[in-house]
């Protein structure tokens, strides 16, 4: 049998206090890495895995997030009248087809866990991915697709997953797996954020994940956990009680923790490098600042 996800869940409710005072009136998933917002990386992993309905999980203050995937007709008949034809493409590319977005709101941030269950009725039945925008993955093969296939194959629940060090396992949520080199993982227990020296693994829990229906209704009702918040790990966890069927999987590619101001900046430096237009320019800049630097210690 081969398993079909064509749904994604984008939870973008959450206050992003790590970039206030900008979070104030601006979405995180709208801060840009060069000059495309966090969220139009996340929609092309997406569509590339096959996705082809997104469920956004919206809050208060996030309607630039709606307008971005509209169309900006003023915006395009300008850029006609002007012949920049370079520019036209560029922005209609970010045009969403009618109907192909539906916005669901989660009134209070109670969590991952609980945005995730805000999208309840527009899921139904079926397998659906979900994709914090924030976790940005570069990668010869988008993290989605890589997952999306070895999850026609195996079914169940899938969380990406990534090596970490041992003094960072208390920031992330951690499988228990049994040691392993393969891809994928059966996972026998999940921990969020362990203390200190109980991480079961150093494999954490990075924002990609494919979910069967069920752990939506394991939502109905989930108690409040780590961090005070209702969280989709605890979920999931229940499904290696129920029914024994998740999996980690170990992607190819890099991960920048866009949400956090170091992560953010490591990916805004990363892709400037690899923009053909800007890479010349900034290494200078990058080695000369460097110099200086050094030269003045
Ligand atoms: P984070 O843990 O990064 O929280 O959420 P945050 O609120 O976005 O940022 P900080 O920590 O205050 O700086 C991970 C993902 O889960 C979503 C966020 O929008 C982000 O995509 N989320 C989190 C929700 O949609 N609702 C919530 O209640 C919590």
Known sequence: MRYKVTKAIFPVAGLGTRFLPATKSIPKEILTLVDRPLIQYAIDEARAAGITEFVFVTSRGKSALEDYFDRAPELESALKEKNKSELLTLLEATNMESGAIAYVRQNQALGLGHAVWCARHLIGD???????????????????????EAYAELGGNMVAAMEVATDKASAYGILDVPPSVSRCLPVRGMVEKPAAGTAPSNLAIIGRYILTPQ???????????????????????????????????????????????????????????????????????????????????
């Open 215 to 297: 752990v939506l209704r394991n939502l109905d009702g989930q108690q409040r956990g780590a961090g005070g918040e209702i969280q989709l790990t605890d979920a999931i966890a229940q499904e290696i009680r129920n029914s024994d069927n998740v999996h980690g999987y170990r992607f190819s590619g890099q991960r920048f923790d866009c949400g956090s101001k170091a992560g953010y900046l490591q990916a805004t430096v990363a892709f400037a490098l690899s923009r053909p237009d800007l890479r010349d320019e900034l290494e200078a800049y990058l080695q000369e600042l460097l110099a200086t630097r050094q030269a003045a210690q």
């Open 126 to 148: 079926e397998p659906f991915a979900v994709i914090l925008p924030d976790d940005v993955i570069t990668g010869e093969e988008p993290c989605l697709k890589q997952m999306v």
